[in-house]
């Protein structure tokens, strides 16, 4: 059984603070790794992806992934309060049918 | 504009009756996905097709049915037999592939009175 594992949170940090949000996965496998960002009541929506160990930065969003530790982690940098949102981690793998396993998402809360 | 749409955005549905979701893309993507989200859970994914004319159960399918005829459109019917159907229903779409990332539709919220 593939597994994703976030904390649910909340996770408050004041504006123009950093949020570090953090994913584990239990498939040595994997091989590509998403963000997705959901405000409540409103569907998921791609913010980063990453398929190779290190960092990626895309604007404010840092994706980092540490394949050995079965890790992967998105920073944002001065968050705003329209950060405000739930954020999912989907993990990818090589085998089988490509269908991604979602974690079930850490609520970040920024606070003015 | 590419995008995936979904209908209706709220739908009311008795208990015994079947109702169908509608799900289209324009996005020229072969595969298509069929989650459920329940209140604070994650996305649990109900059927998924891979190309026209072909479908496979998700993790739980029990209740529901796809059909896959054109490649753009997927629509999902929750039966009677679903007996907790009341859930936000998410559709997605993407290339297979280890760089196909999903993309998702607006939803659709389901409530059985």
């Known amino acids: 059984q593939k597994e994703v594992e976030q904390n649910s949170g909340p996770l408050s940090v004041p504006e123009g603070a950093i949020a570090s949000l953090n994913c584990t996965y239990s498939?040595?496998?994997?091989?590509?790794f998403f963000w997705y960002r959901q405000y409540s009541g409103k569907s998921p929506e791609l913010i980063m992806s990453?398929?190779?160990?290190g960092d990626k930065e895309d604007g404010r969003f840092t994706a980092q992934l540490n394949k050995a530790s079965q890790y992967v982690s998105l920073l944002i940098r001065d968050s705003q309060p329209s950060d405000s949102a739930t954020y999912l981690c989907?993990?990818?793998?090589?085998?089988?049918?490509?269908?991604?396993?979602f974690g079930r998402g850490t609520s970040l809360i920024v606070h003015p | 504009d590419g995008g995936i749409t979904q209908s209706p955005k709220y739908l009311f549905r008795k208990e015994g009756q079947n109702v169908t979701l509608s799900c289209e893309q324009n996005?020229?993507?072969?595969?298509m996905y069929w989650y459920r989200q329940d209140p604070g859970q994650g996305l649990r994914l109900i059927y998924y097709?891979?190309?026209?004319?072909?479908?496979q159960k998700g993790d739980i399918a029990e209740g529901y049915s796809v059909s896959r005829e054109k490649k753009e459109s997927f629509p999902l019917t929750v039966t009677s037999a679903q007996k907790n159907p009341t859930a936000f229903y998410l559709c997605?779409?993407?290339?297979?592939?280890?760089?196909?990332?999903?993309?998702f539709g607006p939803g659709t919220r389901l409530t059985v009175l």
């Open positions: 498939d040595r496998v994997s091989q590509s």
């Open positions: 097709s891979q190309i026209v004319n072909d479908f």
């Open positions: 997605a779409s993407s290339n297979p592939g280890l760089s196909g990332e999903q993309f």
């Open positions: 989907a993990v990818q793998s090589s085998g089988g049918s490509y269908i991604p396993t």
């Open positions: 996005l020229n993507h072969d595969a």
């Open positions: 990453i398929y190779s160990n």
